[in-house]
């Protein structure tokens, strides 16, 4: 009885008329090359399907909160379960959110401390640091205390009029400037550095005063405040999203000296057990408040040291160990955010649900994965229907049922080009099946190394009196298991002695959907340019932000209607039929093509039509980074995980001047098939003097480093040390580390899941 979901006829984005049936109560693996056609498929069409029907059985006014799905562009979808999809979004959250209070672990633990703490000093709600009871007094339970760096904020070789004070919307022009411009407080004109005693203290910290002589633009019935406390509650105490980058900037932020850090007041520390406050527990790794919490019996307890201990041990399974429950959850890596959503439906009573994963390997050492493994297991013996999109062969060797998309991506992918089981795909002749079969080898090159960049004895979080020596004009691979001091040792430790090493991350990219290919490289500027020259019209028209932009979408290519209760609906424009610009952008031409043409071409169109060095360049590098088919003016919503990535590495390449670069976790979001390709990048950095040092899990980038550096053995307080260094040949004889372990089962072909 309706075994399989049937999909009929999908069409999204670049899927060609797909038709598959996907096996219920088992484990779907979707693969292939970034960009075939995958979230196509899994997000943009099962997905979206069963959460926009699911949506649309609850009122029309409940409708309007929640998040609208475009109805995939599909024939028919039959038997599709409710889906929970389970993504590499970062949590989130603001400052009082932590992994203890998204678990509910933290619940559970005040729970346990206000029945059996000792002295009792209340019920639950008097250790909650979100509460006035519980809360830091000095802190008000954030753990931290943020001040405004003077320095950083203003500008004192600048007036008012110059824009002195160095923050969005006092600028000028910005309208909070004028709440001083026009108090007659100041002379507008005055550098800030020749302000007396008197006029500086006026300027940031009155804290509530009548302006001296206001000008007629002065809102009457308004009461001056001094820059630090506006700052300081109109952006610091809201925790303002939108503005956290500037904030970070300005601000000096400092452990509370009061709670050290651990958000609770006097009264809450002072109630323990078995000598350990409820602040003490916030701070230890997972692994050691779990193993605290198991020597607790208690006959009161029973039920809450069973439930506290269920979902510690969730967050051990799925490799969170190193962590505590004390960490802000907008801390956490995309991967650290997924396997914390994975422990919130791992003891779910919930069955037959669609749970579908977006990679849930990334950011994994293969150590690691064994406990994500069986947590999925564990979903599908319950009697759910699991679907993941990954690229990690171990994670596609657990499938029971496989889902090659391809063959290639953008226009050329799109297509089912295999189904089956894992033994099948590697002997089928699919990218993906070739990618798997292939023998793996390790660099055994022992070339010598003449000099060095060293860190000597250095001590940072778990890293410590640590030692390395990483050899310049190289490329230096940095492992280890997931907390086991490789960002601490290299992004933080090495940057500091060497602060011209530029970073490559996971950051997601940020834009508006006005920004694509071009505005992200920034080379559209030059572009439009190009076309001015050429066409002798002013650059602005070849803008869709500019003159040029069509004067009914205002240069989105959509409209957007609101109806009401029933959500907002993107139309296409009917003026420029989704061209962005307006009839005269459309009129001019150069060599033949208007600016929509030329936006149109793909990477190696393009690269052959233009003929300008510094658009070549940008062009022969996202070729170098294989999206030689994608359009110039592809908004960056459009793009894969994987093509984000990949897009990343070319801006770094075009755009990086320095010698050092540490790249983390390159292989994020891409095929086996892609690594070659990246591999033969980091070789043409290298031929150019660069120094690569890249942290890594990917056994295949792995294995060709030319000097290993290996973190451990565990995460947390059981990892910070170096286990090896050296020549990657000779760490498969480390007899203590879990990556020469996999290492060598990688090199020996094992295609047994770890």
């Known amino acids: 009885m309706n075994e399989f979901i049937e999909i009929k006829g999908a069409r999204t984005n670049n899927l060609k008329n797909v038709s598959l049936k996907i096996p219920k109560h088992k484990i779907t693996a979707v693969t292939g090359v970034s960009g075939s056609g995958k979230s196509s498929l899994v997000f943009d069409t099962l997905a979206a399907e069963s959460q926009r029907l699911l949506n649309e059985t609850y009122s029309s006014y409940i409708q309007q909160l929640l998040p609208h799905y475009q109805p995939p562009r599909v024939d028919a979808i039959k038997n599709l379960p409710v889906s929970i999809v389970i993504d590499q979004k970062r949590i989130g959250g603001n400052a009082r959110s932590t992994i203890g209070t998204i678990t509910d672990s933290y619940t559970s633990l005040r729970l346990l401390f206000s029945r059996i703490a000792k002295p009792f000093i209340g019920y639950s709600m008097v250790y909650s640091f979100n509460n006035l009871e519980g809360m830091c007094p000095r802190c008000k339970g954030l753990g931290e205390i943020k001040q405004i760096n003077n320095q950083r904020l203003i500008d004192f070789n600048r007036s008012l009029n110059e824009g002195a004070i160095q923050f969005p919307t006092f600028q000028p022009g910005g309208y909070r400037l004028s709440r001083y411009t026009e108090t007659g407080n100041f002379d507008n004109d005055k550098k800030i550095s020749d302000y007396t005693e008197e006029e500086m203290n006026l300027l940031l910290y009155d804290s509530g005063s009548m302006p001296k002589k206001p000008t007629s633009k002065w809102p009457k019935t308004s009461t001056y405040i001094g820059v630090i406390p506006r700052i300081t509650k109109g952006f610091i105490e809201k925790d303002d999203a939108k503005y956290a980058g500037e904030l970070e900037r300005i601000l000096d932020v400092h452990v509370c000296p009061e709670c050290h850090g651990t958000r609770v007041n006097e009264k809450a520390r002072s109630a323990k057990i078995q000598g350990r406050s409820i602040a003490d527990c916030v701070t230890m790794t997972v692994s050691e408040l779990l193993a605290f919490i198991r020597s607790i019996e208690h006959p009161d307890a029973t039920l809450i040291l069973n439930e506290l201990i269920k979902k510690l041990e969730s967050l051990q399974m799925v490799g969170l160990n190193y962590l505590s429950l004390n960490r802000m959850t907008r801390s956490l890596s995309g991967g650290e955010s997924q396997r914390i959503k994975m422990t919130k439906h791992l003891n779910s009573a919930l069955s037959d649900i669609l749970y579908i994963f977006d990679e849930p390997s990334i950011g994994l050492h293969p150590q690691d994965l064994s406990g994500v493994i069986k947590m999925i297991n564990g979903l599908k013996i319950k009697g759910n229907t699991v679907v993941l999109v990954d690229h990690d062969p171990d994670m596609i060797k657990i499938a029971d049922y496989i889902i090659n998309v391809g063959e290639h991506a953008g226009e050329r992918g799109g297509k089912i080009t295999f189904k089956g089981t894992y033994a099948d795909l590697i002997r089928s002749r699919t990218i993906t099946g070739n990618a798997l079969a292939k023998p793996h080898t390790i660099n055994k090159k022992k070339q010598p190394i003449s000099s060095f960049y060293t860190l000597d004895h250095v001590n940072l979080h778990n890293v410590r009196n640590a030692s390395v020596s990483i050899p310049k004009q190289c490329l230096t691979v940095v492992t280890g298991v997931a907390g086991s001091g490789k960002s601490t040792l290299i992004r ?41 020259k050429y066409t002798h019209k002013s650059s602005s028209l070849f803008s869709f932000n500019g003159k040029g932009a069509c004067p009914m979408c205002k240069g989105k290519g959509f409209i957007k209607l609101d109806l009401a209760y029933m959500g907002d609906v993107q139309q296409l424009c009917e003026k420029c039929h989704g061209k962005r610009y307006n009839d005269e952008a459309l009129s001019v031409k150069w060599r033949g093509k208007t600016i929509d043409d030329f936006l149109h071409l793909s990477v190696d169109e393009a690269e052959i039509w233009i003929e300008d060095h ?6 022969n590098d996202l070729i170098g980074v294989n999206l030689s088919y994608i359009k110039l003016g592809q908004g960056l919503d459009q793009f894969s995980g994987g093509e ?111």
């Open 644 to 754: 984000l990535q990949r897009l990343k590495i070319a801006k770094t390449l075009t755009q990086n001047t320095s010698n050092v670069l540490i790249l983390d976790e390159p292989s994020t979001g891409l095929h086996e098939a892609d690594i070659d390709q990246l591999l033969t990048l980091f070789k043409q950095l290298l031929n150019t003097g660069k120094t690569l040092i890249v942290l890594e899990h990917n056994l295949s980038i792995i294995s060709q480093a030319q000097w290993l550096i290996d973190m451990g053995l565990g995460g947390g307080t059981l990892g910070g040390n170096v286990i090896f260094q050296g020549y990657p040949a000779d760490l498969l004889n480390a007899p203590h580390s879990y990556t020469a372990k996999h290492l060598r089962r990688y090199i020996n072909g094992s295609t047994h899941p770890i």
């Open 614 to 619: 510094r658009l070549k360049q940008v062009l």
């Open 492 to 532: 933080y430790l090495f940057t500091k002695k060497y602060p011209e090493a530029k970073i490559l991350d996971q950051s997601p990219i940020r834009g508006s959907n006005r920004s694509n290919v071009l505005t992200y490289l920034n080379v559209f500027d030059h572009v439009r340019d190009l076309f001015a």
